[in-house]
Each structure stands twice: as structure tokens, then as C-alpha cells.
């Protein structure tokens, strides 16, 4: 009886550690947890162009339509968990918010979180010194003047005509993180000290990379993902030759598109830093009429994720589906909060735009998803369990 009772066990932890792999190598989703309406702070010309995660708060910044010098704003959304318990819809934003004068005429903003500050980067795209330039922040919404010039990086203290976009460069075999400049008409990834705003060298050139440069995406390995006009490329870090250097560019998708700003690409590090079995993804837009959706991209360092874009309309939490993106201006970013997985994405609108709801219109949006593993994967594991149990308790 005892060996029949030990045949059972071993039968059911080999059937364990199967389900156990199943679990890791399963197929995992993108969940439309919420979609907010934002439209009554960032009115007419002003849009949300860019979104950051503190791992407790949102924040959101706009860029303007309107020529001339403009007023943006950098704005303190509220937490995670209590907007996961805001139904979705017309949200005022619970928090602070700074303004600045800024170049106006579509020019973008990019914004990005380190180590318990901002940086945001305003009136992009314009050459105008007085009003585009690189802010750091604390998270009460305080600019930090000891940075740079004041707390501003301007154009003449980087030695550029104008800037195109921020990300945080994870560097190269422990070389240190930095704040990455890319410039459109340069391949050379601009960097600067996070604690002094000082030049910290640049890296590059890209050899063989586009020079219109549009948006960085870094990967924690230091790979560069570049999002340059109708393409995105990856340029891998030259390892023989350290961290300032990266490789021939090659193209994951290129496409046709016009002269335009507010282009993003972003990398989420789901294998690095959420699971080791599911492939990270970059995320993209095309500035092109019709294709108002993110674009999924699969690294393909584990299983693919079950989505190929989002368009705005997947069904949310609360039971509706939202009104899809009305238009391509569209940027990501990402978050870890309770063990959990979170890609934020902003949609910004010029128009006058509708004030309430979700299921129509246009408007400036901010929508919450999750990485999800697909519920077959846990049932199996959990079915795993019971199993485990229940043979236990039959030998008792």
C-alpha cells in the first residue's frame, strides 16, 4: 500500500513540475484595465504628449498646436491604485501641476522617470534656446535648480540647435545610467550626468543609422531602439568596444510617413524585470492617416504576447468599449506596482474635444493596461494543486 501511495506522489510532482513549466512558457495578454478622459485639463490647442510612473503615481505633460510661444503643462495625475478604482471616464487630475512657456506649432515632450525625479523635456523639435529645454523635477513637483543651468538644460548648454527626445541610458556592463539626447539630423546619443546635468561623453555615432531621429527606447542591456522617420531600428551595444559604441542598426518595421513630431517608441522589460518566460515588447506608432494604434513589436527573448496593437477600443474593466485613438498622437510607458504589470498609454487631441465620457468623441486620454498570463495558465497550475492536496489529505 505505502509503495502504491509513493507511485501516486511521484506521478503527481512529475505532472507538477509539468504544469509548473507550462505556467512559465504560457502564453500571456494585454488587459484594458481603464481609459480617462482628460480633456478638460488639456484644452483645444494644448495635448498630452507623454506619461511617466513613479511606482505609486502618474504623471502626464502636454505639448501645443498652436504657433508661437505656448503654455505646457507637467501634471501629477494621482496613484495607481486609486485609479484602478476609478471607473473610467472624466478624471480630474488629484495632484500638482507646473507650467512653463514653451515653442509652440506641434512641437513635442518627452518625460521620464529615475530615482524619485522628473525629466521632462519641453518645446522639442524647436531651435528656439528660450523655449525648449530639459527640466528635472523632484516628485512634489519642484524644479531642481542645482541641475544643470538652474534646473534647465538649454540648447546652448548641450552644444545642440534643438532636441528631439530623452530616454534613461542603462549603460554598459555597469558604466552608469545617464540621461540619453537624441537629436533629428544626428545618429550620436547625446549624454548627460543624472545628479549634475554635466556631459557625461557622448556615444556613437550610429554607423549606418537614419539621422531623423525621433524617440529612444533603451533596453536594460544598454540596446538602443531607435524611432526615426517611417522606422524603428535596434542598435546593439558594441561590446568589444564598451559603452560608447552600438552596432549597425537593424530595422524591425518601416513604413511611410511625413515630416512629423510626436513619435514614440518604447521598450517594455516584461523578461527582464516581470518574467522570465514572457517576451518584452516595443512599442511604436506610425504617424500615418488611419493607423491610430500602438504597434506591438515581440523581442522574442520568451513567449510572445497574445496582441499584435491596441487601438483604444478593447473593452475595460467597467463593461464598455472606449472610442477608439482618434488620431496618431500617441506615446507609452511602464510601471511595476504589487507585483503587477502596467503599460500606460496617452493619446493627445488638438480639438475642442469632448469634456465627459469614453465611449465617444474625441479627447485626451490616458489608458491603463496590464500584462496579464492568460487565466488557462493559472488553472493549470492551480489544477496542479489540488491534485497535491488532495493526495495528501487521502494519506492522511
Known sequence: MRRMEMMRLSAVLALGAILAQTFVFANYTIVHRRTFNLNATFAGAEAIGDVAFDGN?????????????????????????????????????????????????????RLVYHDNHLYWGYGLGDGTAANTGIRKYDLNGNLVTGWAAGGTLTLSGAGVSRYDTIDIDPGFSGSGETLAVGVFGSTIVRRFDLDTGANAGNAGPIVGGATSTRDYAFAPNGDLYIRTQGAVAVATRAAALGTTAFNTPTTIDTWSEGP????????????????????????????????????????????FVGVNELNGSEQVDDGNNPVGFPNTFLNASWGLWNGRMFIFVVNGFTGAGTNDGYTSGSFDR???????PEPASMLALGSGLVSLLALRRRRK
Open 57 to 109: 503615481y502618474l504623471y502626464v505633460s502636454s505639448w501645443h498646436n498652436a504657433a508661437g510661444v505656448q503654455t505646457v503643462r507637467l501634471v501629477q495625475v494621482g496613484t495607481i491604485g486609486t485609479l484602478l478604482g476609478t471607473n473610467s471616464g472624466a478624471l480630474a487630475p488629484s495632484g500638482w501641476s507646473v507650467t512653463v512657456s514653451a515653442a509652440g506649432s506641434s512641437r513635442d515632450t
Open 260 to 303: 512629423l513630431q510626436q513619435a514614440f517608441v518604447a521598450y517594455i522589460p516584461v523578461n527582464e524585470v516581470f518574467f522570465s518566460g514572457f517576451s518584452s515588447l516595443v512599442l511604436y506608432n506610425k504617424r500615418v492617416s488611419g493607423q491610430n494604434k500602438v504597434f506591438i513589436y515581440n523581442v522574442g527573448n520568451g513567449t
Open 366 to 372: 490616458l489608458d491603463i493596461y496590464e500584462v496579464v
